[in-house]
């Protein structure tokens, strides 16, 4: 890590990445569209747009209304477990996507094509073994994210993971999961990191369109405002602690079929997205969301989190 005459954080990842500042807007399904990756692109980071399971038509429309709103680069996340992950791996290559991450699988079958075309790609992982696994397929970096974070997260923290990754590969490392501030930006740059993955800070970001009623409760949220549902089935989630969530914890103490757990999860993401209900939505949340307690544009979160950050690893 070095930094510039104007005092800013310059990394490996800053330069993989082409942008000014070495952080990545999470890939949240649902959330993460053309109007927030162009917003964090266009502040000086690096915007994704989540491929979820929307069909390719929608993702191909996302990917040109944020080129629309942009002239800087993007990225494409796809959740290898998805149906529709083929469809999407070549619409990488269709579309000239800069960078891609991925997440939920190895992207070992695709990545000898998408080198091949130029992209960037960087695997999520939440282990060792899977970023030294990444590095061999050649992964030109990895985020390493701990289980504070929103979504779907695996055991280990980001404290204990990025340093144990940072031993064993070569590559950049961007931690992800607890950071919304400079001062987790600097504890990750300190553990071994390059760069950053932040979702939930942009959860409350003028330019992020969920409900009224998520954006709310993420900044009323308190340090103990989450919970991971799905440790029975082995694939937790972390989220807002709701209606919806007490619900599911009871369905897994009685220990209901995981065929139950998964109709009722389904079509929940989109009901708190897009709904605000507490009831049936699953509001995907990180454990740093006490942190949170105003909205602002992603220029301010941004600019805010590196000033800061640069201020506390040069002592001032």
Known sequence: MTVDSGKLITTRVSELLGVKYPIIQGAMAWIADAGLAAAVSNAGGLGL???????????????????????????LNIMLMSPNADDLA???????LQVITTGAGSPGVYIERWKAAGV??????????????????????????????GGHIGDLTTMALVPQVADAVKIPIIAAGGIADGRGAAAAFMLGAEGVQCGTVFLTAEECAIHDTYKQRVLDAKDTGTVATGRSSGHPVRCL????????????KEDVSLEALEEMMSGSMRKAVQDGNLEEGSFMCGQIAGLLKEKKTCREIIEGL???AEGLLHGR
Not at 90 to 96: A, C, G, I, M
Not at 122 to 145: H, N
Not at 241 to 251: I, N, Q, V, W, Y
């Open 241 to 252: 602690k709701t209606p919806f969530t007490r619900k599911l914890l009871a369905m897994e």
């Open 306 to 308: 590196f000033g800061q």
């Open 120 to 149: 960037t790609v960087i695997p999520v992982v939440a282990a060792v073994a899977l970023a030294v696994r990444m590095e061999r397929l050649g992964a030109d970096a990895v985020i390493c994210e701990g289980c504070e974070a």
């Open 90 to 96: 070549q619409l990488v290559l269709d579309e000239k």
């Open 49 to 75: 747009i989540a491929g979820g399971a929307a069909p390719v038509d929608v993702i191909r429309d996302e990917i040109r209304k944020a080129r629309a709103l942009t002239n800087k680069p993007i990225g």
